[in-house]
């Protein structure tokens, strides 16, 4: 099994609605970064959250980080042709100076007019 | 500020070539990562460079794969021989240091198919 789960796989949501994408880790989380990729296009850094609880928003994007959990949500509010795209999330697994990213398999958002 | 730039962007190679793909990073930043995507899988960590120096290359799949950052500038990654199961988008990525509050920038990826 993954270590980071990523729920819905794939989303179609109409020009407008909200949505949630969450990010599941099956290890506890340091570090969570949230990444968007285009096709042909790297990724794109979204945000970072590093401690239990925190919340940062850019725009109309939101995500939370719930440590206890183990988990953690992006929140588009009144969704926009431009957020459609791959959303992937990364947790930090560095060790002894040495970094690397573990990611999710992805969620592929499509925004229908 | 140029982003992270590889080369090419597409390659397809028969089953026994060498590929070598290339990566420049941020200017300044002297960490360098390469993951990649293989189809349907998620984006997988091959190793990183603190400069020149490998600090961790526990990802890379075999010895087929030879990553190099000679002058700790521009990184290199060679498949030879490339077989099928190689296919799929590798990513090469920077920050300007390492730790938890750095974030890693990405570049677009070369798009590796083995035929």
């Known amino acids: 099994s993954q270590e980071l789960e990523q729920s819905p796989q794939s989303l179609i949501v109409q020009e407008g609605k909200n949505l949630t994408i969450n990010c599941t880790s099956s290890?506890?989380?340091?570090?969570l970064y949230w990444y968007k990729q285009k096709y042909g296009e790297g990724l794109i850094f979204l945000m970072m959250l590093q401690k239990g609880g925190e919340e940062k928003s850019h725009e109309k994007i939101t995500a939370k980080l719930d440590e206890k959990k183990q988990q953690s949500s992006l929140h588009i509010t009144a969704s926009q042709p431009s957020h459609a795209g791959i959303y992937l999330c990364g947790a930090d697994r560095s060790v002894r100076g040495a970094q690397k990213l573990v990611f999710g398999q992805g969620t592929r958002l499509t925004i229908n007019p | 500020e140029a982003g992270v730039t590889q080369f090419p962007s597409h390659s397809v190679i028969e089953k026994g070539q060498t590929v070598t793909l290339r990566c420049d990073p941020i200017?300044?930043?002297?960490?360098l990562y390469w993951y990649r995507r293989v189809m349907g899988k998620e984006i997988k960590f091959l190793l990183h460079?603190?400069?020149?120096?490998?600090?961790?290359e526990s990802g890379m799949p075999n010895n087929r794969f030879l990553a190099e950052r000679t002058g700790g500038t521009y990184s290199t990654l060679k498949v030879q021989p490339a077989e099928l199961e190689d296919s799929g988008v590798y990513f090469c990525?920077?920050?300007?240091?390492?730790?938890?509050?750095?974030?890693?920038?990405f570049g677009p990826g070369t798009r590796l198919t083995v035929t």
């Open positions: 290890k506890t989380l340091y570090g």
């Open positions: 200017s300044g930043h002297d960490n």
């Open positions: 990525a920077s920050s300007l240091r390492q730790g938890h509050s750095y974030e890693q920038y």
């Open positions: 460079f603190v400069k020149e120096s490998k600090q961790d």
